[in-house]
């Protein structure tokens, strides 16, 4: 490749070769494997040569300056946090800039977790800007797009990517659209005999069969039988809705008092759904809740192995009961 046409005859041009191919020696921080550098915004291409230099990169000023105005590339540049890592050449290094490979880190929201516990993994989250921290969760909803929508529930449960100093705003609002195109891609595939009237209902179910599932295999049986409830309306008589509505008062114990305290979540008390999510479903609790299994079960008891035994009427649910949970 010919780089440095006119600079100073053909010695100069196979150094130019050599150095453009020639990987840079890096001074690196201490316990790092990697250099880290910012371009700002509006960064002209010469002090982003400077700023690669200052970060430890290890290679010369005026050449990298002058590869970068002469390659053609340099308006190109995209702003961003970078690493650069052993083994890099200048002609990587600015092939990497103008790609706009930036350094990502991730974070993890997972299946059944609660508004507060995504708040906790967001604060803690390596280099994420923490724009939300200090927020009331209406004004979060409000700022989202989704005035007066609780937020319970409204966020898809995935592994997010984000460059370096993003905001934790940018990622609830891609965790609340994915929520959004899950939940519709659901709906449309709902069995149509299913009791639930709206995909709002659906997202609600799909959180109680997430927040009650101990293996996989059950999730859409479980589902089966809030639906048969849901149906003759009789009570669904789950614990994690009356564990929700306890709020931060439960202990991890959930006592006979609590099963008889009436709250809006509390489904031993109040027939239907409550009124809102309890938490953050997955892909396949969402398909359970509109595609439940059929079956005739009205009663499922934990096993105490993860999976659930299934009951279509209360003397066998009792005698299951006595079974695994009083004489396990």
Do not use: C
């Amino acid at each position: 490749m010919i780089l440095f046409v006119g600079l100073s005859g053909g010695l100069v041009l196979g150094a130019g070769a050599w150095w453009l191919h020639s990987p840079m020696t890096l001074n690196l921080p201490a316990a790092s494997t990697v250099l880290d550098f910012e371009i700002e915004p509006g960064t002209r291409p010469a002090q982003v040569a400077e700023n690669i230099i200052a970060s430890g990169a290890q290679t010369s000023l005026q050449w990298l300056q002058l590869w970068f105005r002469l390659s053609g590339q340099a308006r190109l540049i995209k702003a961003g946090s970078y690493e650069i890592t052993p083994g890099t050449t200048p002609r990587s290094l600015l092939s990497m800039l103008v790609r706009g490979d930036q350094t990502l880190k991730s974070v993890t929201l997972v299946e059944g977790w609660s508004f507060r516990q995504v708040r906790a993994a967001l604060q803690k989250a390596e280099l994420l800007a923490p724009e939300s921290a200090a927020l009331e969760p209406e004004l979060i909803m409000k700022m989202l797009g989704k005035p007066g929508v609780h937020p319970e529930g409204r966020f898809f449960p995935d592994t997010y990517t984000y460059a370096k100093g993003s905001s934790d705003m940018a990622v609830l609002k891609r965790a609340a659209r994915a929520m959004d195109k899950r939940l519709d891609a659901a709906w449309v595939l709902r069995d149509p005999s299913t009791p639930l009237k709206s995909p709002e209902e659906a997202l609600i179910l799909a959180s109680i069969v997430e927040k009650e599932t101990g293996k996989p295999a059950d999730r859409a049986q479980i589902a089966g039988v809030f639906s048969n409830r849901l149906r003759i309306n009789m009570r669904l008589q789950t614990d994690p809705t009356v564990i929700y509505g306890m709020g931060e008062t439960f202990d991890g114990n959930i006592r006979k008092r609590d099963l008889q305290a009436d709250t809006p979540y509390n489904t031993y008390t109040r027939s239907g759904l409550p009124p809102t999510p309890i938490a953050m479903p997955g892909k396949a609790a969402l398909l359970a809740a509109v595609l439940p299994a059929p079956t005739q079960a009205l009663y499922f008891v934990a096993r105490g192995d993860g999976t659930s035994h299934f009951s279509a009427n209360l003397d066998d649910h009792n005698r299951a009961v006595n079974k695994f949970i009083r004489n396990p």
